[in-house]
């Protein structure tokens, strides 16, 4: 079996009373095994997303599962777009 690497836009809600813990959020998500690689970009009017490169192995329902886990990890993660995805 392959392998893909895809690279993600992770957003983050907005806080009504301060601004989210961006740092934190990416630790969380840099603490899964399939993360290679993982930084917080501006986005726009000072919001911050984080992209996140990751290798997973082929097949139905890998990505979907990966992108289930990183939801889970945090309430205030919003979208999580795949923005590039190519075989190894």
């Known amino acids: 079996m392959g392998h893909v690497v895809v690279k993600y836009k992770v957003t983050i809600d907005t806080l009504e009373d ?28 000072g919001m911050m997303f984080i992209e996140v490169q990751v290798v997973l192995g082929e097949g139905e329902g890998i990505v979907d599962e990966f992108e289930n886990r990183v939801r889970a990890l945090d309430s205030l993660i919003g979208q ?9």
Do not use: H, N, W
């Open 18 to 45: 301060g601004v989210p813990d961006y740092q934190g959020i990416s630790d969380k998500i840099g603490a899964l095994p399939e993360v290679q690689a993982i930084e917080i970009k501006p986005l726009a009017f």
């Open 80 to 88: 999580i777009e795949a923005l590039e995805m190519g075989r190894l």
